[in-house]
């Protein structure tokens, strides 16, 4: 299918999730870091408009944003699918993942990244969220069932970065009594080995976000 190459850094929960679903797929692709401080210029060049990983390259024509990626990956390899063969549970799963990257994700990070009463807004539109996709979960092993599949993927993210997010800011979110079904869902996806061998270590990333954090109370602190 031509050469592959993805633009991504290794903290990047957005980049990951593009590799799961080659590594899910068994596509080969050759990885080229981003130093997210520096951007290079095929970087640039490649997403002109929103100048951010991830970037997949094929044959040279670039894709942006992860969750396009992933449907281009599902058109044009479209052995081992990540999404539904039915019409109406593949556009149920587009719904969940939408639903996960502008309502979870995004409050994630604006929790993780504010101050004061927008980080407290922040914190309850998640735990909104959060108690949602509990209920979607509940009594499944993936969102569709038995098998990982396309909105797992997209999910992922929240399995792993969420509770380093959560021990670095203390916003107290994931309690496993509160959402016991996304905790068992969240070890379900960790354990897959695609999964496993593809995340940054937990330590690693609690020393990179703290660094974060660190720099945004500062910045704060100095206004």
């Not at 992933?70 to 081992?80: A, G, P, S, V």
């Not at 092993?141 to 992922?156: L, N, S, W």
């Amino acid at each position: 299918m031509g050469e592959l190459k993805l633009l991504g850094a290794s903290l990047s929960p957005f980049t990951c999730r593009v590799e799961w679903a080659l590594k899910f797929k068994g596509i080969e692709y050759e990885f080229i870091y981003e130093d997210v401080t520096n951007k290079s210029p095929l970087l640039l060049n490649s997403n002109p408009v929103h100048k951010k990983i991830p970037v997949l390259l094929h044959n040279g024509k670039p894709i942006a944003e992860s969750l396009i990626i992933l449907e281009y990956i599902e058109e044009t390899w479209k052995t081992d699918p990540l999404l539904p063969q039915d019409p109406y549970e593949k556009a149920m799963a587009r719904f969940w993942a939408k639903f996960i990257d502008e309502k979870c994700s995004d409050g994630v990070r604006t929790a993780f990244f504010s101050l004061g009463e927008e980080r407290e807004k922040a914190i309850a539109v998640v735990l909104e969220t959060l108690k949602i996709l509990n209920e979607e979960i509940k009594g499944k092993k993936f969102f569709e069932g038995e098998t990982i599949g396309f909105v797992d993927v997209v999910a992922g993210l929240l399995a792993h970065w969420l509770p380093v997010f959560d021990e670095v800011a203390e916003m107290n979110l994931l309690i496993e009594e509160r959402f016991p079904s996304f905790h068992a869902w969240s070890e379900n996806i960790i354990s897959i080995p695609f999964i496993k061998e593809n995340i940054p270590p937990r330590d690693k990333m609690v020393v990179a976000f703290s660094g974060f954090r660190k720099k945004l109370l500062a910045a704060a602190t100095n206004k």
